[in-house]
């Protein structure tokens, strides 16, 4: 007489050693790994040593650095990690039918989702801290005036972010095609959102459709909260609603091989 065995679901050994390899994966990719924590440094830099007033206070205790080029520099870390890296990693993973492999195992291909998740927010949060650990040492840049609207907005930046690197993931067939789409992506939302520029030089039909992209409103939402003023709203739903987007829009289209 025959004896099923049903199959244990992964406990958290088995979550621990796919973040690990997930790290590893990340670590070895030197460019994934470089170019989010370097290239908004490099920016942070370039503008702390370019602006003549710097150091200047648009308000008590907020410096112009820390009201209008530090919100940039934390949205950019994010945004590149989720919108470029992630999205690359998944499309490897589904062209080399690693994905398949896993969707006949108790590992899900889920939880390598998951855990590229949890890699690179740790990315995220690694690459802020140097961002703002520069600003602040060698910037004199300042803190938040509203600490909790500024967390707040970093994690909705990131749902958002992850939001549009989904979509990057669903529809990109390779690797590369998935680079040059996050490239696009990310680039496209942080011009019309102030990374190359005030907003208000733009076009007006441009800046309102910057402000309704998840980079332009976690800006605002960021300078908002250094200044210790009340979030807009709108700085609200709009990264809210990008996320909702972009899980409905991988839960439609998104395919694991």
């Known amino acids: 007489m025959s004896t099923i065995v049903e199959a244990r679901r992964p406990g958290a050994y088995a979550w621990l050693k796919l ?42 205790g907020v410096t112009v650095l820390s009201a209008y080029v530090v919100p940039i520099i934390v949205t950019m870390v994010i945004s590149m990690t989720a919108v470029i890296n992630m999205p690359s990693f998944l499309a490897t993973y589904r062209k080399t039918k690693l994905l398949r492999r896993l969707a006949v195992t108790p590992a899900s291909p ?11 927010l740790v990315q995220i949060l690694l690459g802020v801290a140097v961002a ?14 509203a600490p909790w609207a500024a967390l707040a907005t970093l994690g909705v930046c990131c749902a958002a972010m992850y939001g549009v690197g989904m979509i990057v993931a669903s529809i990109a067939p390779t690797p590369n095609s998935s680079v040059a789409i ?27 459709i ?7 409103a976690a800006v605002e939402a960021f300078q908002s909260a ?12 709009v990264p809210i609603g990008w ?15």
């Open 210 to 216: 910057g402000s309704w992209l998840p980079f332009g």
């Open 243 to 257: 996320a909702l987007l972009g899980g409905g829009v991988a839960a439609a289209l998104f395919r694991w091989e």
């Open 132 to 145: 703002l650990t520069a600003a602040f040492l060698f910037f004199e840049a300042n803190l938040p005036q």
């Open 226 to 237: 250094w200044l210790g003023e009340s979030v807009d709203l709108q700085n609200w739903l």
């Open 182 to 208: 996050g490239l696009v992506a990310f680039f496209g939302m942080a011009a019309l959102g102030g990374m190359f520029g005030g907003t208000q030089n733009l076009p007006e039909t441009l800046e309102q």
């Open 19 to 60: 973040i690990e390899a997930e790290a590893k994966m990340v670590i070895r990719d030197t460019a994934g790994l470089i170019v989010p924590l370097g290239m908004p440094l490099l920016i942070l830099v370039m503008q702390g040593i370019s602006i003549e007033d710097a150091g200047q206070e648009v308000a008590e």
């Open 110 to 120: 889920a939880m390598v989702l998951i855990a590229q998740m949890v890699v690179s």
